[in-house]
């Protein structure tokens, strides 16, 4: 994508709420129970009518916890109303019979929940509140019987890296439809905890290839988020194994690359904010001030994300940057500049390696 070129939309990640009822060691939201001074109902769907003129992205309501608006299910329909499509991002320990029903009747089409660990004692002391991992299960165990589809999310750390494979074994039987594999980013709460539970950038890689290995034994849906050397791996092992990458055989990683912020991905804070993902905390614009679209559209920050020859270091040099592109946020927590090389990446671009050989 060249400077200037601008798409709409293709997923918007919203922060209804910073409130929450868990205690997340790696939260991005730094959440609480405090009054956050969020936007309220009218707000809200005023921007999403702003967002459906021009755009028809996959909404995420998300948080914080986003069931603990009471107006979740009404900004859900208003959602479906004006042709998008809806989605929650829930810790799942909410989610009881009559819950599960409302959300099937919102129109929200999928649900995912966080699970941080195959058992209580990893997940539990990730979420800091004791009896969660049950809780959270329950509340998948309703959506499969209200005929909700749900996924989980894991975020990956040194913690609970060796553990990830029984977290995939979980969703398959439990009915999920995907995982999405998150790799920690250190931001809100995340960064308390980096220097103890980042991995480095050769243990990204292992996982990144047994993640694809997975994906090719199961045919389960596994989503590499907050990787975005991911995209470069299944590249390289795809061309190593003589074959091409399609959507047919392997789905969305096919079709999509990994860093979107600020080119098909946004996020919008509790109070309006747009920056370019969740876990960047560099603001574009806000809804209560600008329109959405003058924001996605005219951003010099945004725009600036979308031109790729800005980027520095290994990344400005990769030969996988139309497809993987850095953590953009990794970058920012690492040097102070979204622009510079993902700090979390071995990979050596094929220029440098050439340039060593000479």
């Not at 047919?248 to 993902?277: K, N, W």
């Not at 969740?278 to 924001?295: C, D, H, K, M, S």
Request: glycine share 10%; with cysteine; net charge negative.
């Amino acid at each position: 994508m060249k400077h200037g070129e601008t798409g709409p939309p293709r997923l918007i990640f919203w922060e209804l709420t910073k409130r929450c009822n868990l205690k997340c060691v790696h939260c991005r939201a730094e959440a609480g129970t405090a009054d956050y001074r969020e936007m309220d109902t009218f707000e809200v769907k005023k921007t999403i009518d702003d967002i459906a003129s021009f755009a028809k992205p996959i909404m995420v309501l998300t948080g914080g916890e986003p069931l603990y608006r009471r107006d979740i299910f009404d900004i859900a329909r208003h959602v479906v109303s004006r042709g998008l499509r809806a989605a929650l991002a829930t810790n799942g320990t909410l989610v009881d019979g009559m819950v599960a029903a409302e959300i099937k009747a919102s129109g929200i089409e999928r649900v995912s929940i966080s699970i941080d660990g195959s058992d209580a004692s990893v997940h539990d002391g990730f979420r800091g509140i004791p009896g969660c991992f049950d809780e959270a299960m329950r509340g998948a165990a309703k959506l499969r019987e209200a005929g909700v589809d749900f996924q989980f999310n894991t975020t990956i750390t040194r913690r609970n890296a060796s553990g990830f494979e029984k977290v995939l074994s979980m969703a398959m039987e439990s009915g999920a439809r995907a995982l999405h594999v998150f790799m920690l980013v250190p931001v809100g709460c995340g960064a308390e905890i980096a220097e103890t539970d980042m991995l480095s950038g050769e243990e990204y890689e292992r996982i990144l290839g047994r993640l694809y290995e997975l994906s090719r034994e199961t045919g389960f849906e596994i989503k590499a988020t907050c990787a975005p050397h991911y995209y470069r791996i299944i590249r390289q092992r795809a061309r190593e194994e003589g074959r091409k990458i399609t959507f047919e055989t392997d789905g969305l990683s096919a079709v999509t690359r990994g860093c979107l912020a600020g080119t098909g991905v946004c996020f919008i804070s509790h109070r309006g904010d747009v920056q370019p993902c969740g876990y960047l905390p560099l603001v574009a614009g806000n809804v209560r001030e600008t329109q959405f679209r003058e924001i996605w559209e005219s951003s010099e920050l945004f725009n600036g994300l979308r031109d790729f020859s800005r980027l520095t270091g290994k990344c400005g040099e990769c030969e996988y940057v139309a497809f993987c592109g850095g953590c953009r946020a990794r970058a920012y927590y690492e040097t102070g500049s979204p622009f510079d090389e993902e700090p979390y990446c071995g990979y050596e671009p094929a220029r440098r390696r050439l340039g060593d050989a000479d």
